[in-house]
């Protein structure tokens, strides 16, 4: 079906193929000067003092899991509200994801369930900043240090998020930012491993490239594998930075013309924004009554939308870690009521009516 309104476009266009064709011209497709202007256009922006590229977001934060010496056996708390990457990493580390339910009004880690789910195998904490805002890390900090455990941020969705000044991923021991296509700013596929730690980042440099600080030596101090992007992906991704004002901006208006129209339907809401955060964004998230029709009722307009995560505990392969279905209430509210709608920049005005005079007719009918 051709979608009249689609969930996402990307927002590019010449100053990408510009880049591009820089890298076509210079004939240097692996890492090099687009992939040294990525990362430290990244530092600047999140004044982490180091960052290394790493293949997608999920391999990420299975690279900052490894660099922390998280292994077989370990206990790793992480939100059963996100995107199956968040446990997936754990699991393949060879350790044991332990869900933890979200908060019902900004749809983070509930922060008030964790320590009781500290055990003796527990070796970290993985907050996930979800749909724009930042997980209250404040007290995962002190629950981290008074536990000894490491925290591991997946910031995924998060860049241009701050949580109290300080951009998200730069706050634990260290923290991953996507740039898959749906992100804010993007590079296809690609992601940044972000710490303040030398030593985390020295093993970070040898984990993502076959055990070596650099490439063009056959010789391996230890054990690594490839991680590595292209200088395409980076040059995309540089063009993205730097517009990252301009597609935040008009996310911003087009998230205003939404609470806007839509404000006086009252079988709708908007997810609370918290004073410790700023707001990017992701999606328009609502939560609203009879989703499932609601969601079907835009389909058959033309209108592509998103349901809200899938709960980890019900993810069929996650079924041997034998949850209850009461285990998590607020992650099942969450996906039973929970929808996205568009937002991405180039989105029109009367498409955005379209949107919102159907989800008024939708509950007028
Ligand atoms: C919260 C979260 N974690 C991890 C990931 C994985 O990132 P990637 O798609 O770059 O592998 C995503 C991607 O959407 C995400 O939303």
Redesign the pocket.
Known sequence: MKYKVPQLIPFVGEEELENLKHVIEKKWLTEGPFSQEFLQLIKEKTDSKYAVLAN??????FLALKALGIKEGDEVIVPNF??I??ATSIYFIGAKPVFVDVDKQTLNIDVTQIEKLITSKTKAIMP?H?YGQAADMDPIIAIAKKYHLKVIE?A??GYGVYYKGKHTGTIGDVG?I???A??TVTMG???VVLTNNEKIYETLKLLRNQGRPNSGTFIHPAFGMNFRLTDMQCAVGVAQLKKFELINQIKQRNFNLYLELLKNVKEISFVEIQDYTNFIPFRVNIIAQEKSKLIDYLENHGIQTRGFFYPLHRQPCFSYLDYKETDFPNSNYLYNNGLSLPIFPDLTKEQIELVCNTIINFYNK
């Open positions: 997608n977001g999920t391999l990420a934060l996100t995107f990457a968040s996930v979800v997946d995924a969705q991953t996507s740039f898959f749906d992100k596929e690609g992601a």
